[in-house]
């Protein structure tokens, strides 16, 4: 196949191509649970979506990864300190088309070559925005880009889904968008970005959850890095322990709240899917849990069962997956959490650990 000269999306997948031949993923159906665009590279077409005058105004000042006025900084070394060059090259890949936009050409070039049959979409710099300290920024943009990804992908191609943004520092914005967006092409689901500080078991939440409930739409929590502004985390040195610990960090959290407060009692019916989080982590917290709930159980009087057996009924994403050298640790952990029917695919394209991680993941199931 022939390219175009500079980067290009399809070139740089062509051994993951060939791998999708070789194992034959045309023969069954894929569907990735996570996988990114980088949303702030169409920053202004999002923007003419905000509804607000002031704050479009006020997003208007900036654009890219550092926008003024909408996106927190992170700081870090997602890009592997520069040995991919990937991230700041494909800003110039050439991707015109008659009928679709640019995000919607390289999503789909990236699903073709690696085998994928249906992606769930997730931005990429707005994961930051629960850090935010104004609400209406993050319920502004939340909102614009919603309907942008609307418009714009899903409902013109039903092999990309997503699970709508939702601002959850405001339940009340939480509950409007999951009234518009609900019924809509495309749309699976509802994803909250997990590094905030607004504890998942405040009651004015309760809508929120009961609403999904009603609607069988699922909730996910995406997990993310931070460094800056969490203060024990700003004793590392390095960003591989910064990556190590605090994506799993946020998930722990807000599941240990999720458990221990009786949600899954309250709102038996509705799915959580805890994403981007690793599994290393969750046979430490079922037994950490389990130890703690045997000897404080009036501490948690809704639960009706261990919070292990709460844990089993969530669901999880495989990346990044932990390879062991001894893959017995890794079944191991497969059996704790009923892999069978909670482990989900995930590819988390276009971030670098798939590039690390991609010969080992689907070949395991």
């Known amino acids: 196949m022939e390219y175009e000269s500079g980067f290009d999306t399809r070139k740089y997948l062509e051994n993951a191509a060939q791998q999708a031949r070789e194992r034959n993923y045309q023969d069954f159906v894929i569907v990735d649970v996570d996988a990114h665009h980088y949303e702030n590279e169409t920053w202004m077409d999002i923007i003419q979506y905000i509804e607000n005058p002031m704050v479009k105004k006020y997003m208007e ?23 991919l060059t990937r991230y700041p090259l494909r800003r110039k890949e050439k991707a015109d088309h ?38 209406e920024i993050e319920v502004e943009l939340a909102k614009a880009y919603n309907r942008w990804l609307q418009d714009t992908i899903l409902a013109v191609d039903p092999q990309i889904k997503t699970m709508m943004f939702l601002p959850f520092n405001s339940p009340d914005a939480c509950t409007e968008i999951i009234e518009e967006f609900a019924d809509k092409p ?22 929120v959850y009961q609403l999904l409930e009603e609607k069988n739409m699922p909730l996910g929590f995406h ?75 009036s501490e948690a009087p809704l639960l009706k069962k261990k919070p292990s057996e709460y844990m089993r009924e969530f669901y999880y994403t495989t990346q990044p997956m932990e390879i062991p050298d001894d893959l017995d640790i890794l079944k191991t952990t497969f059996k704790m959490i009923n892999a069978e029917t ?3 695919y995930a590819s988390d394209y276009p971030h670098w650990i798939l590039i690390c991680q991609a010969p080992s993941m689907i070949c395991l199931f």
């Open 186 to 207: 495309g749309v699976v689901g509802f994803m909250v970005t997990a590094v905030r500080y607004k504890p998942v078991h405040d009651n004015a939440y309760m809508k």
């Open 61 to 83: 000042g900036g654009s890219g990864f550092g926008a003024i006025g909408a996106i927190p900084s992170v700081i870090g070394n997602q890009h592997l300190s520069g040995r």
């Open 342 to 344: 909670q482990l989900l």
């Open 98 to 135: 008659p009928k679709y936009g640019r995000d919607h050409v390289i999503v789909k070039r990236a699903m073709e070559m690696i085998g994928i049959d249906y992606q769930i979409l997730f931005p990429t710099p707005m994961l930051n925005l629960g850090l935010h300290p104004q609400i």
């Open 223 to 297: 997990a993310g890095p931070i460094w800056q502004g969490e203060r024990a985390f700003e004793q590392f040195n390095k960003f591989i322990s910064v990556h190590a610990l605090t994506f799993p960090f946020f998930n722990m959290i807000h599941l240990t709240n999720w458990v221990i407060n009786g949600l899954p009692e309250r709102f038996p019916n509705l799915k959580v899917i805890w994403i981007e989080g690793g599994l290393a982590w969750i046979p430490f917290l079922m037994q950490r849990l389990d130890n703690e709930y045997h000897m404080r159980t």
